[in-house]
């Protein structure tokens, strides 16, 4: 079956580090990938998407590259910033079938000191 | 345009209850799908309803059940509580594009708490 795996957080940082969570996946057929955060006490928010192979997803300084050849999507950003401290979830959808569930890493917990 | 909300936000039952979680997805959404998060699984699939009608379904027990309203709105019901039910259950809407939905949108949660 489907499966995402990120990398065990957590992850600390220095404001203004550079950033990457790392998200490897196994598909039976051609996903698409998708990057939620969480803010403690929230729900998730979608941060960004890929749908087809070598896109780029991007949104708030966050980038991620669907790779079909590593089956990656990883995450990136080049200067994080104290209000980035949430969980990040990498998470796929099997596209072309009849079920459209989100299969989600472990998520990866970022705290971001001053 | 407004975004997913869940009534109610918090929740305590004691074993053996039921509760019934409600989701009103965004507006112009008809997919409604349901998710369980806890700390030791993580977020799984519960089930997901469009028009009215539950499509696919997660490995979840018969205690765990649902339905959609015609208009998009949806509960989901969990009989017989056990401390394991425990969780925040999530709800994500999504519009229904050619081929397949779109971006699935998540409301806040609801914590409930089993005693």
């Known amino acids: 079956g489907d499966s995402v795996t990120q990398m065990e957080g957590p992850v600390t940082l220095s404001e203004e580090a550079f950033l990457t969570i790392n998200c490897t996946y196994t598909?039976?057929?051609?996903?698409?990938l998708f990057w939620y955060v969480q803010y403690p006490g929230e729900g998730l928010q979608l941060l960004l998407k890929?749908?087809?192979?070598?896109d780029k997803g991007s949104n708030k300084g966050f980038e991620a590259t669907y790779r079909k050849e590593t089956t990656s999507f990883h995450l990136e950003k080049g200067s994080v910033q104290v209000s980035d401290s949430a969980v990040y979830f990498c998470?796929?959808?099997?596209?072309?079938?009849?079920?459209?569930?989100?299969?989600f890493g472990k998520g990866t917990l970022l705290t971001v000191n001053p | 345009k407004a975004g997913v909300t869940q009534t109610p936000r918090y929740l305590i039952k004691t074993r053996g209850q039921q509760v019934t979680l409600s989701c009103s997805p965004i507006?112009?959404?008809?997919?409604v799908s349901w998710y369980q998060q806890t700390p030791g699984q993580g977020l799984q699939f519960l089930f997901e309803?469009?028009?009215?009608?539950?499509?696919n379904k997660g490995n979840f027990p018969g205690r765990f059940s649902g339905r959609q309203f015609s208009n998009s709105r949806s509960e989901m019901n969990v009989s017989t509580l056990e401390l394991g039910d425990s969780a925040l259950y999530l709800c994500?809407?999504?519009?229904?594009?050619?081929?397949?939905?779109?971006?699935?949108?998540f409301g806040p949660g609801t914590r409930l708490t089993v005693l």
């Open positions: 994500a809407s999504s519009l229904f594009i050619q081929g397949g939905p779109d971006t699935q949108y």
């Open positions: 598909a039976t057929g051609y996903p698409s």
């Open positions: 890929a749908t087809k192979a070598d």
């Open positions: 998470a796929l959808r099997e596209e072309g079938g009849s079920n459209y569930k989100l299969t």
């Open positions: 507006s112009g959404h008809r997919s």
């Open positions: 309803y469009f028009s009215e009608t539950q499509r």
